[in-house]
């Protein structure tokens, strides 16, 4: 089984600022890792992922986020945020392969942008 | 991007009645489609994976019996509340995989249903 945490519920970022949110995995296999943002009442939308090879994952809208084995971590980072960022965000994993695994969702973060 | 469907976005039924959840892929074909529940506030949590053809396997805690999940087609799963009561009340999210490609699974945007 696998297990996600997300260290902080709610993220608070001045416009323009650099934001890291921070997600960390546990699992006893090899796993695909994935972040998604979700908007009010409506589904997720999917900004990376990473299945293998280069450990920086570049996705849409400027965001990115870096595997690291050794510390189990998955971080996302906008180097410079919007204020159309204000959204939850979710860090995702599922064992690797082509099983049909659902998602181990994070209980996710609430990134607040001030103007 | 492969486009998930859901319908209805929401609906109000009354205790004791059985509402139907549709969730369609538009533009692809997905062997296997996800059933997720989201409290308020809180993450998803997967009820059920939906393979055509075969009956649903459902997680841990989730009534088969309760929780009717039909995926008849390639396109096309539902699910179904039913004797639905005030506590399943929650926001349902469906995702499916496109067939041949077993790494990504695409959202619908979301059922909010309220038993009142």
């Known amino acids: 089984a696998q297990s996600v945490t997300q260290l902080d519920s709610q993220v608070p970022v001045f416009e323009e600022a650099p934001v890291e949110l921070r997600c960390n995995y546990s699992?006893?296999?090899?796993?695909?890792l994935f972040w998604y943002v979700q908007y009010p009442n409506q589904g997720l939308q999917l900004l990376l992922k990473?299945?293998?090879?280069?450990?920086l994952v570049k996705g849409i809208n400027g965001f990115e986020a870096e595997f690291n084995k050794s510390q189990t971590s998955f971080h996302l980072r906008k180097p410079s945020v919007h204020i159309s960022d204000t959204a939850e965000y979710f860090c995702a994993v599922r064992k690797s392969g082509g099983g049909a695994d659902g998602l181990t969702f994070g209980k996710g973060t609430h990134l607040i942008i001030q103007p | 991007g492969a486009v998930v469907s859901q319908h209805p976005s929401w609906v109000i039924c009354k205790s004791g009645t059985s509402v139907k959840i549709e969730c369609r892929s538009l533009?692809?074909?997905?062997?296997?489609m996800f059933w997720y529940r989201q409290f308020p506030k809180q993450s998803l949590m997967l009820m059920a994976t939906?393979?055509?053809?075969?009956?649903?396997?459902?997680e841990q805690g989730v009534e088969k019996d309760k929780f009717l999940i039909n995926h008849a087609s390639l396109t096309l799963s539902t699910l179904t509340v039913t004797s639905a009561h005030p506590e399943d009340s929650s926001f349902y999210i469906c995702?499916?995989?496109?067939?041949?490609?077993?790494?990504?699974?695409?959202f619908g945007q979301g059922t909010r249903l309220t038993v009142v």
């Open positions: 533009d692809f074909q997905a062997t296997t």
């Open positions: 939906s393979n055509e053809g075969s009956k649903a396997t459902y």
């Open positions: 990473y299945l293998s090879g280069s450990t």
């Open positions: 995702s499916a995989r496109v067939y041949g490609l077993n790494t990504e699974a695409f």
């Open positions: 699992s006893s296999v090899s796993v695909y």
